[in-house]
């Protein structure tokens, strides 16, 4: 299996799978990998010859330092357990100064208002981090697919339209959530819960599925009252929003149309561990 740390090595490599007329899938990660992640390198796998999988912890994502310098770094299992799939799996695992030169700073884009909604409003310039860092994987890769799991639905959502804006070539395919048997939405944080929270965290995907078959018979600002008082009497996990919108503008939803489509996005904290999921509703 070959871990490559240096963008200049992988580009050579690429170029010689080019030359061979192969595709490449792309599955971008901040690595503590998990079955969440490997399902993804899964689907790649079965969709392309060659898959490249990145391991970086971005910086310019990050608005709480603190955060960015607990987050989980694991390479060596990470590429033993990507080895469990498939020795021919190429690994980059870059250094920020192989990403970034000298200059860590994000980029300002726009996002034509889909950055300014839920996570945008209580994580400033976090999509700025998101859209840098993808783009610049995206010119060092050219994979033809690159696969994004749906837990960050509003990520997903904004990766596509940098695609869009950008000519970046690339299909993006999003990926259903995996979940723990509880259904907690798997996620590298989790390995930092505490037990306590741990056991209380199933409560926020039992809480969306309430809210979906809620949504059925009433409107969206009684279901979103309704799991604002379910977490009001929590003792362990913190409510920081929860908001049913417009599946492809991501927009609040006033009053409900059978013409579209809604998703349920939630994010909660447990300790100070942040947790975010989301659900189809109709």
Known sequence: MIVFTNKNELKDKISSIRSQKHTIGFVPTMGALHKGHLSLVEQAMSNNQYVIVSIF???????????????????????????????DIIIY?????????????????SFDGLEHQMEGKFRDGHFDGVGTIVK??????????????????QQLAIIKKLVSKHNLGVNVVGCKIHREEN??????????????????????????LTAKEKFGTKSANQVTKWVEQQFANHTLLQLEYFTIADANTLKT??????????????????????LIDNIALN
Request: hydrophobic share 35%.
């Open 57 to 87: 912890v971005n910086p310019t994502q990050f608005d709480n330092p603190s955060d960015l310098e607990k987050y989980p770094r694991t390479l060596d299992q990470d590429v033993a357990l990507l080895k469990t799939l498939s020795k």
């Open 93 to 109: 695992a870059p250094s920020v100064n192989d990403i970034y030169d000298d200059k860590v700073t994000s980029t300002k884009f």
């Open 136 to 153: 610049k994987l995206f010119e060092i890769v050219t994979p033809d697919n690159a696969y994004f799991g749906e837990k960050d639905f």
């Open 183 to 208: 259904g907690l939405a798997m996620s590298s944080r989790n390995t930092r819960l505490t037990k306590a929270h741990k056991n209380a965290a199933p409560f926020i995907y039992k809480t969306l």
């Open 253 to 274: 939803v006033q009053r409900k149309s059978k013409y579209k489509t809604y998703r349920a996005f939630i994010a909660v904290y447990a300790g100070e561990i942040r």
